[in-house]
Every structure is written in structure tokens, then in C-alpha cells.
């Protein structure tokens, strides 16, 4: 199965920008939707974003769209998530993952079956 694993959160202050990485690695890691999702705790996982590497345009749920940036090298089976302007509302755990490819990959918690580790994010204001 295709292994994640994430890098690049940290600690910021409100306004700052991060950059996460997602590599893929083992059977199945091209022709796989990737996503992006974070869960603070206490509450449930959503969705951030998701693309097809190599495919169409990305999507976003609408709380970082315009903040948020996902993107791929699909030669290097990474995906990457730009945050710029964060809030600490964005503070959580931030989960990679990967699911079938689709038409549109969308970052709905249902469609994915495998998840890296997670790494945090703590944004203080």
C-alpha cells in the first residue's frame, strides 16, 4: 500500500506561512487522489484540499481558500500545501492522504483510505 508521510508544520504567529510536504511512496502513490486534512482536538477531521497529481484543478474547502495553495510534483510523488495569512482557528494536526483517482479529487474524509502521520500546526494570535 502507498505510505505518507508529512513535514513542515510548526509553530507561527497569526499571519505567517507554512509549507507542508506529503511524499508517497509504494505501490499505488501515481493515479491517486491526494489530499490534505486537519483535525483539532476534540473535533472532527476536515477537509483543506485536494488534487489529482498530474490531473485537474485542485479544490478547497472554502475556510482557506485564497489562504491555501495545494500542489504537486508528480514526477517526485509529493504534494505540498502552501499556507499563507494562517489564523489560529488553523491550528490542528494536519493529515496527508491518498484515495482512488476521481473525475474531481475532493478533500471528503470518506474518500480517502490511507493517512500519514500527521504534523501540527500551531498558530498563536
Known amino acids: 500500500a502507498v505510505q505518507l508521510v508529512e513535514s513542515g508544520g510548526g509553530s507561527v504567529e497569526s499571519g505567517g506561512s507554512l509549507r507542508l510536504s506529503c511524499a508517497a511512496s509504494?505501490?499505488?502513490?501515481?493515479?491517486?487522489?491526494m489530499a490534505w486534512f486537519r483535525q483539532a482536538p476534540g473535533k472532527e477531521r476536515e477537509g483543506v484540499a485536494a488534487?489529482?497529481?498530474?490531473?485537474?484543478?485542485?479544490s478547497y474547502h472554502d475556510s482557506v481558500k485564497e489562504r491555501f495553495t495545494i500542489s504537486e510534483d508528480n514526477g517526485k510523488n509529493v504534494v505540498y500545501l502552501q499556507m499563507d495569512n494562517l489564523k489560529p482557528d488553523d491550528t490542528a494536526t494536519y493529515y496527508c492522504?491518498?484515495?482512488?483517482?476521481?473525475?474531481?479529487?475532493?478533500?471528503?474524509?470518506?474518500?480517502?483510505?490511507?493517512w500519514g502521520q500527521g504534523t501540527q500546526v500551531t498558530v498563536s494570535s
Open positions: 488534487i489529482l497529481p498530474g490531473g485537474g484543478r485542485p
Open positions: 492522504a491518498a484515495g482512488p483517482a476521481a473525475r474531481m479529487c475532493m478533500p471528503t474524509v470518506a474518500d480517502y483510505t490511507t
Open positions: 509504494g505501490p499505488g502513490a501515481g493515479g491517486a487522489c
